[in-house]
């Protein structure tokens, strides 16, 4: 398959799930790339697309918690540090992502 | 050598975002209606066959009912693999454990391929597939 | 000097930028890219990352201290640089 093409696809299905989150891709564009590119490999190896920052348990319900998008599942924590954990998403109003440090659940009060 | 197109079926019968199954010649094949551009693809899963018609369409992009392979209507390619019935270790109730790993066994050599598509234009409100 | 250990994804380039941090200011260190390890060190790996309340890569040990996630200003500050 397709590296390239199923970034792509990846991409018009991801948008449309993380905009109404008020999310949007990162605009480091770099970054984007090399991690949608993770992503496909990690769904080439499992089936799905999984974060590629993540811990991945072989845990069916704990597993479903970090499939792209995952926001759904980290809400609280990734709208306090406005950005997932892999950074491929930050909050709508974010200009420098750079400025995002990468924050655990624990640093910022949740449990 | 030009292609020779034939009449399909009318426009109308597809609505935007819909697909229609139909047979052509002895060929099984799907009309897709992405926002007013016609496609044709084949009507079989070039994983395992399952009636794509019975998926489902988000742009130009079919999803396969049977495993989730998902394929770009404008061109066939094949973007994803299906999604693994034994999808971690999770432990598979025991009437039906031993036959889903079985099942699961087979498909690891199951090959997903790409599907061909049809030439598509429309005239006089029908679609036409060339053959 | 503190003995450093890291958690690692191959996937994860905040986990790169890690190993940089340390390669770059001269700091031994060990790491572990979960993925890429067996079945019983994933286990460990796990563990620990779940005492820690921690879910994402990089983990890294400095000594006793624990930090999750890439943040070199806090790296430095337990090394004291």
């Not at chain 1, 093409?5 to 989150?21: I, N, Q, T």
């Not at chain 1, 997932?84 to 449990?111: I, M, N």
């Not at chain 2, 819909?18 to 052509?24: P, R, S, Y």
């Not at chain 3, 624990?66 to 070199?72: A, E, F």
């Amino acid at each position: 398959m397709n590296i390239q093409s199923r970034k792509k696809a990846l991409r018009y299905f991801f948008e449309k799930v993380v905009g109404p989150l008020g999310f949007k891709f990162t605009p480091d564009a770099d970054l984007v790339e090399f991690l949608l590119e993770q992503e496909v490999i990690l769904e080439g190896k499992h089936g799905i697309p999984f974060c590629p920052c993540q811990l991945l348990r072989h845990d069916r319900t704990r597993d479903m918690q970090i499939v792209c998008p995952c926001i759904p599942f980290h809400r609280k924590h990734f709208d306090i540090i406005k950005r997932c954990w892999c950074g491929l998403f930050v909050h709508k109003d974010v200009l420098d992502p750079s400025k995002l440090p990468q924050l655990s659940p624990k640093e910022v009060g949740l449990d | 050598m030009t292609e020779k197109f034939v009449r399909a079926i009318s426009a109308s019968e597809v609505t935007s975002g819909g697909m229609k199954a139909i047979e052509l010649d002895g060929n099984e094949i799907v009309i897709c209606n992405c926002g007013g551009k016609y496609y044709a693809i084949q009507r079989r899963c070039g994983h395992m066959n399952a009636p794509l018609e019975k998926g489902t369409l988000d742009g130009t992009y079919l999803t396969c009912p049977m495993h989730c392979v998902q394929f770009d209507v404008t061109n066939g390619e094949a973007l994803s693999g299906p999604v693994p019935p034994d999808f971690g270790q999770e432990i598979p109730s025991p009437m039906f454990g031993e036959y889903l790993q079985n099942i699961g066994m087979l498909m690891k050599d199951v090959r997903t391929e790409s599907i061909r598509t049809y030439a598509t234009k429309l005239e006089s409100g029908w679609v036409l597939i060339a053959l | 000097m503190k003995k450093i250990i890291v958690y690692t994804l191959s996937t994860c380039p905040w986990c790169r930028k890690t190993k940089k941090f340390f390669a770059e200011h001269n700091i031994p260190f060990t790491y572990i890219d979960y993925d890429l390890a067996d079945e019983a060190t994933q286990k460990k790996i796990s563990n620990e990352l779940d005492a820690a309340g921690a879910t994402g890569f990089p983990f890294v040990k400095i000594g006793e201290e624990v930090i999750s996630g890439y943040q070199p200003e806090r790296y430095s500050s337990a090394l004291g640089i």
